[in-house]
Structures are given as C-alpha cells and as structure tokens.
C-alpha cells in the first residue's frame, strides 16, 4: 500500500495545497475526482490508486493499469482562463518527464500531446478533463498514468503503440511515493513559472527543451485523414505544426506517431 505519510514528508509545494486520498482499488481515479468535486472538493486533492479496473485514456481508450503502476489525479484551478486548459497538459506532461529524470530515467521524453516515452516507447499518458463547478468556474482533473513497477509482460501484446516500464528500462523497482512528489513538486514549480509571468510561455519552453517530437517525422491521423511531415513547432495554444509536402498543418486533436527519420 502507497505510505501516505512518506508522501507527505517529501512533498514541497507552495501553490498547491495537497490533500491525498489513497485507494486499493477504484474504476478509475478521474472518476473519483469527478465524484469529489460534485462533493466539493477543490484545488489540491489528490486521489491515488494501487489498481483501476477501468482506467481510461484520451479517446475513451482502455488504460490497462496493473498493480506496480502509479496512477492518480490531481485536482487543480485552470491558469489565465479555461481557455488554456490544454496547456494544463502540457504543463502535467513535463513535470512527469522531469519526475521520471529526477529518480534517473535519464531518457524521458515529451510527446505530443500528453504522452511520456523513455527512449522510444511509451512509459505514461495523462488525461485532463475539464469540469464545470457552477456556470462559469471550471476546474481541472489531470490524470497520470505511468507504468512503474510493472513490466512490459503485464500487458497485452496486441498494443497499438509500444509500451514500456520504468523497472524495465532502469532494471529495478524505484519508490513510488519518491516518483509521485517529484512529479508534484515539478508541478507545483512549474505553475510558480505560470503565475510570476502570467504567462504560459515558460511553460512551452519547458516542453520544448523535453520534447521529442519536435523535429521529428511523425505521421498524424485525425478523424478524417493521415499525413506525415516534420513537427516543428509548437504554438502558444499548445497545438502542433507540422511541415508537410502540401504546407504546414496546424493539429490541434489526433494521434502523432513518430517516425524514424531516415
Ligand atoms: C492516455 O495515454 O491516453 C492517457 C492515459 C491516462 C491514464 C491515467 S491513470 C490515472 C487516471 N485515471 C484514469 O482513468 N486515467 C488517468
């Protein structure tokens, strides 16, 4: 069982106040979030499972989440309106790229739009989902999944994507109250960037200097279409843009496959 106490001892955080709420089991921590904000809860709350029955991914995917993995969701305000919720994510995305760096995995990447990879394959995804308090207050459930202590046998091997672990990429199990409050304490850091120059500039630079899709090949499939370009840059709504043969898209949904650049 996750050691709340030794989560408490190394959290540093001076914008968020964390409350935890750990679990054995639960359908998914979103949705516990979703239940505690209709309950009132606010900015701050932390909801941490051992295992999800139905974790959920973007697109309403399944997230297979084994006992090992870490996966829990933080309740936070929206920063300079909700209009940069997605920002939000991309905020999340880089404090878990550094959390992973921070305890040595020293390859962790961001990948547009929300997830991390260590080298190549993917290790976590998050998903943040928007809810409406009253008419026009908002707040944000940031859902990060990372496969930790599991192995890459724990899961399936019909995968669309190629999955990897922390403990199979470091060869050894690591603490998963030490990875959550680096994560937390990033993130706590980061939205100290956000609110000192109102602004989510630092932020988009942060993801860039840990990305790597930027200059990569990727292949983009949206709803209606596929196409494959170099990603070069991404804009301060956090979309991508991508050089393609036809000129530069601008993808602001879709699934980003990077490609080998040969
Ligand atoms: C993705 O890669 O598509 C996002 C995966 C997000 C998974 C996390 S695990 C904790 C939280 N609870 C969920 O049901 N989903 C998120």
């Not at 859902?143 to 190629?162: C, E, L, M, R």
């Not at 630092?202 to 494959?228: A, C, F, H, M």
Request: overall charge negative; proline content about 3%.
């Amino acid at each position: 069982m996750i050691d709340v106490d030794a989560i408490r001892e190394c959290l540093d955080t001076s914008i968020l106040k964390i409350q935890i709420l750990p679990y054995e089991e639960v359908d998914s921590t979103n949705v516990i979030a979703k239940e505690q904000i209709a309950d009132g809860a606010d900015e701050g709350l932390l909801i941490i499972a051992e295992k999800q029955t139905m974790g959920r991914g973007r697109k309403d995917r399944c997230w297979h989440s084994p006992v090992g993995g870490l996966y829990f969701s933080l309740i936070v305000k929206p920063r300079i309106g909700i209009i940069n919720a997605p920002l939000m994510g991309l905020l999340a995305s880089c404090a878990t790229a550094q959390g992973l760096r921070a305890i040595g995995a020293q390859h962790a990447y961001v990948k547009w739009p929300n997830d991390i990879l260590l080298d190549f394959d993917k290790v976590s995804g998050i998903l943040s989902e928007i809810v409406t308090v009253d008419h026009d207050s908002h707040l944000i459930i940031i859902g990060i999944g990372i496969n930790q202590n599991s192995t890459s046998s724990d899961f399936p091997d019909d995968f669309a994507y190629s999955v990897t672990t922390v403990r199979d990429y470091l060869g050894c199990l690591t603490s998963q109250e030490g990875l959550l409050c680096h994560i937390i304490n990033s993130f706590d850091n980061l939205l100290k960037m956000v609110e000192s120059t109102n602004s989510f500039k630092p932020i988009l630079e942060t993801w860039k200097e840990l990305s790597s899709t930027i200059g990569n090949r990727v292949r983009i499939t949206d709803d209606s279409q596929t196409y494959i370009g170099i990603a070069t840059d991404i804009l301060d709504d956090g979309s991508l843009l991508v050089q393609t043969d036809k000129g530069e898209k601008i993808v602001t949904t879709g699934d980003v496959r990077h490609l080998r650049n040969d």
